[in-house]
């Protein structure tokens, strides 16, 4: 992407591009590091997958500390086959028994629809093999995708599935009920 795209970013006025920011960032971070010596299998035997919005901090909005849990992000927090592939690792491998669905209110996905695919289609000449999961309403797309998780035949823990919507401007989380 040209940097002349977004001459108000930070990246722009400082020079040198994002990355480099964030290569910075982390040498002061290893800085102060210590080795906890914790172990890959997570302390509080939690899964938490969340929507990639640059506005949800999962391990401050859960009160989750390093360590405690599997946070698996993609774009909507959707239960796709790859979030699939990665609980079972998580339950199977690691050790995690309970599931924590995040979406959140004012969700990108919210004003696309399907034609998104076949838009790209038309551009690149290839169909893309998966769903952009777009919806329309966020309480039924929570419910779809506990759904998901509780019917996975690869998944051995599928009785503590919760799911929840985050809402941007007040930080609070509502719990959506599986049934209704
Ligand atoms: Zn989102």
């Known amino acids: 992407m040209s ?10 006025r400082t020079g040198g591009t994002v990355t480099d920011r964030l290569v910075e960032a982390n040498q002061r971070y290893a800085a102060e590091f210590t080795n906890s010596g914790m172990d890959a299998r997570p302390a509080l035997q939690v899964a ?9 901090d999962p391990h ?11 946070t ?12 699939i592939r990665s609980l079972t690792i998580s339950q199977r ?6 599931v924590v669905l995040v979406h959140h209110t004012g969700c990108g996905l ?3 629809t399907e034609d998104f695919r076949h838009e790209l289609e038309q551009e690149v000449g290839q169909r893309p093999s998966w769903a952009v999961e777009a919806f329309r309403d966020v309480d039924q797309d929570v419910r779809q995708s506990m759904q998901r998780v509780r019917t996975s035949p690869f998944l051995p823990h599928t009785d503590d599935v919760r799911g929840f919507v985050f809402d941007v401007k007040t930080g609070l989380l509502r719990e959506i009920d599986p049934t209704s």
């Open 48 to 56: 938490v997958v969340a929507c990639m919005d640059a506005r949800l």
């Open 110 to 112: 919210e004003s696309l």
């Open 93 to 98: 491998a690691l050790g995690t028994r309970s």
């Open 72 to 83: 698996i992000r993609n774009a909507g927090g959707v239960v796709t086959d790859d979030v």
């Open 60 to 70: 401050a909005a859960l009160g989750l500390k390093l360590g405690d849990c599997h």
């Open 3 to 12: 940097t002349s795209a977004h001459p108000s970013s930070s990246a722009v």
